[in-house]
């Protein structure tokens, strides 16, 4: 399959890059942005392509609230909710609103590679905190918090990047309470909770903004097109009053005014609701299919839990192997992954993969777990 354009490296001819956690180029909803932009167009909304409210169109985001009330399984007031430039984007600027250079936070081990970066230019020191299948741990987090008192935490409650796992119903309810107890500042990456196949996860963090110290990050780069740039935070409003006083949105004003208009419309005409349908129907069947063909090609040789939502497979490899000694072999075989090192802030997960059925079709899928299968060893 020829691929029509190479997300962030070019991809080598030939070669199926599990890596890539974005959508494909053909589920990204050129007719739905077209149709947005025809809507936008009749508004006549000149303010849009102004400087804007540092908080974010207060239209956008009484649109983004109605559309986030069934999602989330409660009320959800525009006035929680602060528009940024993604989820990156908003990570970024609580390292910078929130915590200095040379402070301890905790963050999930695993947890997302690219957050790990955000925190080194910010010269932050990550405390890593253990998982289960349930997500974090709380008991561990309260454990390390009579030790030390970090900036805050960075959390991934639902359809964790890399594992896929959920933090369960009940330690959400503690997250929260630790959070009030402690004074925890919790930073929750809710960006993949839209992205359930069956069953709805538990309420995302989001809900507990007002009772806990809690701020959410969503985004429309999983949900619609990354290369919108665009996505919201939800806290309480002493916590927006503090963020929509810094320099940056004194400055800039407020950020993506125009693409917040075209995504109202989306949101408004149905064309979001219905484009996040077809993503989840893609991704179920895509995932299911994954999933067999390790099933069948690797079986006795990995491990791996079926994820109920998301876009990412974890998987262990036989103990003792190096994922990283072995990505040398698998690109040899024009397949490649990320290996779990790059999640680990105690240099471990040396044996685990992370891959991801966001960008390919079945076919190519299926094709890259048998190149897999050519170069793990067996146990």
């Known amino acids: 399959m020829n691929i029509p354009y190479a997300p962030q490296n070019q991809i080598p001819s030939g070669m199926i890059d599990l890596a890539i956690g974005q959508p494909s180029p053909w589920l990204l909803p050129l007719e739905v942005i077209a149709s947005a932009c025809a809507d936008f167009g009749r508004w006549g909304k000149t303010d849009l392509l102004a400087y804007g409210f540092e908080q974010g169109d207060k239209g956008f985001r009484s649109a983004l609230a109605a559309w986030l009330n069934p999602i989330y399984g409660r009320p959800v007031d525009p006035g929680e909710l602060l528009v940024t430039n993604g989820a990156s984007l908003a990570l970024d600027l609580v390292c910078t609103l929130f915590a200095r250079s040379g402070d301890t936070i905790f963050v999930e081990e695993p947890t997302y590679f690219l ?72 930073v929750a990456d809710e960006v993949y909770h839209p992205l359930a196949y069956n069953a709805p996860p538990p309420p995302p963090m989001a809900g507990h903004c007002l009772s806990a110290d809690i701020i959410s990050l969503g985004s429309f780069s999983k949900i619609l097109a990354p290369g919108l740039r665009l996505g919201w935070l939800q806290t309480s409003p002493e916590r927006i009053a503090r963020i929509v006083g810094c320099g940056l949105l004194d400055s800039g004003g407020g ?52 994820p109920e939502g998301g876009v990412f ?21 024009h397949v490649e992954f990320v290996p779990g090192r790059r999640f680990s802030n105690r240099e471990g997960l040396a044996d685990f993969i992370r891959l991801s059925f966001a960008f390919y079709d079945t076919p190519e899928l299926i094709t890259g777990v048998e190149r897999l299968a050519a170069v793990i060893p067996s146990r």
Not at 117 to 130: E, R
Not at 264 to 284: F, K, Q, V, W
Not at 314 to 333: C, S
Request: proline share 5%; charged share 25%.
């Open 313 to 333: 497979i974890w998987v262990r490899l036989p103990e003792g192997t190096d994922a990283q000694e072995l990505l040398a072999r698998a690109k040899a075989r």
């Open 115 to 186: 957050a790990r970066k955000i925190f080194a230019d910010h010269q932050l020191k990550p405390v890593a905190l253990p998982m289960d299948a349930d997500g974090l741990i709380t008991d561990a987090l309260e454990e390390e918090l009579r030790r030390s008192r970090p900036a805050f935490l960075y959390t991934i409650p639902t359809f964790h990047n890399p594992t896929s796992v959920t933090l369960s119903a009940a330690r959400r309810e503690k997250l929260a309470e630790v959070s009030r107890r402690y004074d925890l500042l919790v």
């Open 255 to 306: 950020l993506n005014p125009f693409t917040s208009g075209v995504v109202r419309s989306a949101i408004e005409l149905g064309l979001l609701t219905a484009h996040l349908s077809r993503l989840r129907e893609t991704y179920s069947e895509r995932m299911a299919a994954m999933c067999a063909a390790l099933r069948t090609h690797l079986s006795g040789r990995i491990e791996f839990i079926e």
